[in-house]
């Protein structure tokens, strides 16, 4: 079974991401900040991730971003903050999905990159 890392600090959006891995048959890993996603990264083997870009009180998903680029897993980064982050968005190099977007359409993205 495929295994996922959800980056999300919205409750909701990540149950909803979860859930609709659940549906194409894979699992996902959750994590609310970087910290959690690091740890994760480092416990787990990962197909891909999805990431939100914002995780609340100045913390985005750079750390992790760069920790699946080094190791080759495809991500995708999901946001709801476009006009804010436009540069930092670039540097990342990766797809972007804009929020709100249905979770079936965020797996089904980044299930194509695969």
Known sequence: MKRFLVLEDEPLIAMDLKHAFEDV??????AATSEQAMEAIDENRF????????????????????????????????TGDLD??????RDLEAPVLAKPQAADDVVSYLMGLL
């Open 84 to 89: 804010r982050s436009g540069e930092f968005l």
């Open 25 to 30: 048959g894979a699992s996902a890993v959750m």
């Open 47 to 78: 197909s891909g991730a999805i990431l939100d870009v914002n995780l609340g009180r100045g913390e985005t998903c750079a750390r992790a971003a760069g920790r699946l680029k080094k190791l080759g897993i495809p991500f995708v980064l999901h």
